[in-house]
């Protein structure tokens, strides 16, 4: 299949009588316009035969695996950390059906039709995931003027359904994942995470330093200083670490693992983040009043911590009836 040309006034109606031309690009099922910078013909004509070959110059004949490599060594050159890489890889692996094939030749339903068959067991989350990556791999195609439009754009993501209320781990469940994580210094990251409330990035960056006069110092969210009582289960947790605070940044894999070891059932995903909420959680299902739960959790308001913890509440209504009783 061939580029086809045409010329056009394609803003006439408005009144602008310049003409363009109109490539035609069967390979990818897409037209694309170029200015021609004249309202005559004839010149137009002219013109629109040089746009022509102007644009089958840009077109380069690379396939996707060739590609590909382009887009890693870019990356490396740019600095992306290991973890980035590995997804970029991920999602190359998603398309390696692909690999042959020129990046100019590829339509949105070849993708879809890969992605149906090595995504069919992932979960919106995960697949979002591998499609945001392939969105940026097809976008530096088309930076480099390999192709002219993302067949990305046209690929569906899936919709995530969102869970209304948080999942936490109850204390007990806290416990067993952090006797079966993978080292010392994963565990006392996460105890900092379960037992203060910390986001996954504040915990991997705390130092000793940070811990002081009974107290947990630090710079959170908004740059805002937070100060956050040490309990005596955290304070146990570091007693028995008795190191220098680790700076543990890769995280994610190895919660999954730790709470799959454990053996303990749960609704929900294992995730860095869910400690926090079980914090939080665990502090409203041992009567601790929302106001408090707020401030430990630094939250900008009482409404964010109700809005997002008022189902636990419910749940000691009766219990409350029954003080008057």
């Given amino acids: 299949m061939t580029l086809r040309v045409s010329i056009i006034q394609k803003n006439k109606s408005k009144g602008i009588k310049t003409w363009y031309a109109r490539i035609a690009d069967p390979r990818q099922g897409i037209e694309v316009y170029r200015s021609l910078g004249t309202t005559l013909k004839g010149q137009a004509q002219y013109l629109a035969a040089k746009a022509l070959e102007d644009f089958k110059h840009k077109e380069v004949d690379i396939t996707l695996e060739r590609a590909f490599s382009e887009v890693v060594k870019d990356r490396e050159l740019r600095g992306y950390d290991s973890k980035t890489m590995y997804m970029y890889n991920q999602a190359f692996n998603m398309l390696f059906e692909l690999r042959d094939r020129l990046v100019a030749e590829i339509r949105p339903e070849d993708i879809a ?7 069919e067991n ?27 439009k993302n067949p990305m754009k046209k690929v569906p993501k899936k919709k995530t359904v969102k869970n209304k209320f948080p999942f ?3 204390v007990e469940q806290v416990n067993a994942i952090l006797d079966h994580a993978p080292n010392p210094e994963h565990r006392v990251t996460w105890a900092l995470m379960a037992f203060a409330g910390l986001r996954k990035d504040e915990a991997a960056n705390l130092n000793d330093a940070d811990i002081h006069d009974g107290y947990v110092h630090l710079v959170g969210k908004g740059d805002k200083m937070a100060k956050i009582p040490v309990s005596s289960r955290l304070k146990t947790e570091l007693e028995r670490y008795g190191k220098p605070l680790p700076h543990i940044h890769s995280l994610s894999g ?12 749960f609704q929900g995903e294992a995730t860095n983040h869910r400690f926090r909420h079980s914090f939080a959680s665990n502090l409203i299902r041992a009567g601790a009043d929302i106001k408090s739960v707020q ?13 997002t913890y008022s189902h636990l509440l419910g749940a000691d209504l009766e219990k409350a009836v029954d003080r008057i009783g």
Avoid at 254 to 265: D, H, P, Q, S
Wanted: charged residues 20%; glycine residues 6%.
């Fill in 168 to 170: 936490f781990w109850t």
């Fill in 254 to 265: 190895t919660v999954k693992v730790a709470a799959r070891n454990a053996g303990i059932e």
């Fill in 295 to 307: 401030m430990l959790m630094r939250h900008e308001n009482v409404e964010i911590t109700l809005n």
């Fill in 113 to 119: 039709g890969v992605f149906a068959k090595k995504c």
């Fill in 122 to 148: 992932l979960g919106p989350g995960s697949y979002n995931c591998r499609h945001q990556y392939c969105n940026a791999i097809f976008s530096y195609f088309v930076d480099r003027e390999w192709i002219v």
